[in-house]
């Protein structure tokens, strides 16, 4: 398995844009988490899915983000619109059995 | 409320030096206890787990932790390091039941002087 893959590696935008993340968690894990990193806040739990549906969104920093996971293999992270405190690495982990395993992230700068 | 605490934040060690990082956790029933490693630039790799039995876990790297139920702790030890140890460690608990999100300590920082 090729593990979890995130796109893109590298985003560039600028103020007011839309931004969109994506990560496709391992074959048959049944859980996947977005996670935000930056050197003043440390690791962040944005939000979780399980079996594809939203449990836990309370770590989502406020109305401009979103995230779906339409099915097993495929989910989103959106920001809209962007701002440059939103400038952090954001990884996806998917699960089973309790053990996370991390995409290799996606190095998000607003400017 | 559930929280890991990792007291060490900056460890600074030379080479073949011995690493203890500590982590305790407040949470009263069973848990799962995870130490991941970020090396810089990467993303967080598991490094070793405890789900049960042998209190004592080994790891990749030479990496073993301790879980010692009557103080909350978990433990990260390796007699030697190396240079190449050089990385961010996270400790992580997960209850046993009625979620699937890790808490996660803050995080060490340790850097090894060649």
């Known amino acids: 398995d090729a593990g979890v893959i995130q796109s893109p590696r590298h985003e560039v935008t600028e103020m007011g844009q839309e931004v969109t993340l994506r990560c496709k968690p391992i074959?048959?894990?049944?859980?996947l988490f977005w996670y935000r990193q930056t050197m003043m806040r440390g690791l962040e739990l944005l939000i979780y899915?399980?079996?594809?549906?939203?449990?836990?969104d309370s770590g989502m920093p406020e109305d401009r983000f979103s995230a779906k996971m339409p099915n097993a293999s495929f989910s989103t992270l959106k920001i809209q619109p962007s701002e440059p405190r939103d400038s952090a690495v954001y990884f996806c982990a998917s699960s089973f059995s309790n053990i996370q395993y991390f995409g290799a992230g996606t190095r998000l700068s607003v400017l | 409320a559930q929280s890991v605490s990792q007291h060490n934040h900056h460890v600074i060690l030379s080479e073949a030096a011995s690493l203890e990082l500590g982590c305790n956790y407040s949470y009263g029933g069973t848990v799962n206890l995870f130490w991941y490693v970020q090396y810089p630039g990467q993303h967080l790799q598991l490094l070793l787990k405890y789900f049960s039995g042998d209190p004592l876990v080994k790891g990749i790297k030479g990496f073993e932790a301790e879980f010692i139920k009557s103080k909350f702790s978990f433990n990260l030890r390796k007699p030697s390091v190396q240079w190449s140890d050089t990385a961010e460690y996270f400790c992580a608990v997960i209850p046993t039941s009625g979620t699937y999100k890790y808490i996660f300590g803050t995080g060490t920082r340790l850097k090894v002087l060649a």
């Open positions: 899915f399980n079996n594809n549906v939203p449990i836990d």
């Open positions: 074959s048959g894990h049944n859980s």
